[in-house]
């Protein structure tokens, strides 16, 4: 035994290293896609189906191995139906973000780079502070690298200058955009009355999320939009990135995850 590990040491190169990073962080991208969902159940029941084969291939077991092999090879089809939804979920955020890179992270180093992507955050703060106020329900999405040109269409093209008196207007209860999300675009209030994905998560939402809330995590689940939500029952924020939500957050803390979201300084909010 200890003869096969020192061979086996000895034959490890980079490339031996390379793959089985690469694999690991492949897994943990596949599990943050699908936890909270049925689907991690079927995943961890096909990964032990796979270990299965490999081990009594390994065994030599030929009978159990070939039974083994037939249902994998095709499972892939059931695979495909099965996981449907996140697959699709998978390559849209491949498409977006990258799976082993985003906006400070490189693998699991950090490095810092100048966001592009600027945001009047403050016209933003002011609006959604009177509404929660008045209790005018909001979904505003702020868009990034996915400019969600496709979600804007099912909406009213407005692009027009970032104010929080308009955005106020938008989500006047009397008024015919007020229902649906704003997008938010290159600083501009690109469109309104826009109809969201509701997320396909079926565990760990809890039951008093509105529409609003399931409009805003599936949203982010698909793109690398951020969301904020103003309840209309309570008047309170939410703030909504890759999926998760923050419920019942404060407006400083609600500043403090923008400004680090946009990379702004501190003294571009808080006059």
Request: proline share 2%.
């Amino acid at each position: 035994m200890i003869q096969l590990l020192i061979y086996c040491f000895i034959n490890f190169t980079i490339i031996d290293f390379l793959d089985i990073v690469l694999v690991a962080l492949l897994l943990y991208e596949i599990y943050r896609l699908i936890r909270g969902t049925a689907a991690i159940n079927i995943f961890i029941g096909i990964l032990f189906i796979y270990f299965i084969f490999k081990i009594v291939s390994g065994l030599g077991m030929q009978m159990l191995s070939e039974i083994l092999g037939e249902f994998i090879s095709v499972g892939v089809i059931a695979l495909i139906i099965v996981f449907q939804q996140e697959i699709r979920r998978f390559l849209l955020l491949l498409g977006t973000r990258g799976v082993f890179f985003n906006r400070n992270k490189i693998f699991f180093g950090k490095f810092q780079f100048k966001n592009p992507y600027y945001i009047d955050i403050q016209s933003i703060i002011k609006a959604i502070n009177k509404m929660s106020s008045t209790r005018t329900g909001a979904l505003i999405v702020i868009t990034k690298k996915n400019t969600l040109e496709d979600i804007s269409q099912t909406g009213v093209l407005l692009e027009a200058k970032m104010s929080d008196q308009l955005l106020e207007s938008i989500f006047y209860k009397n008024n015919p955009l007020h229902d649906g999300a704003v997008i938010i675009l290159n600083n501009k209030i690109h469109a309104a009355k826009c109809v969201l994905p509701i997320t396909t998560k079926s565990q760990g939402i809890p039951e008093k999320y509105g529409l609003r809330h399931r409009a805003a995590i599936g949203i982010t689940e698909q793109s690398d939009a951020v969301v904020i939500v103003v309840s209309e029952q309570t008047g309170q924020f939410a703030y909504c990135k890759n999926g998760e939500i923050i419920e019942n957050i404060y407006i400083d803390k609600l500043i403090t995850l923008l400004e680090q979201e946009f990379n702004l300084p501190d003294k571009s909010t808080k006059k």
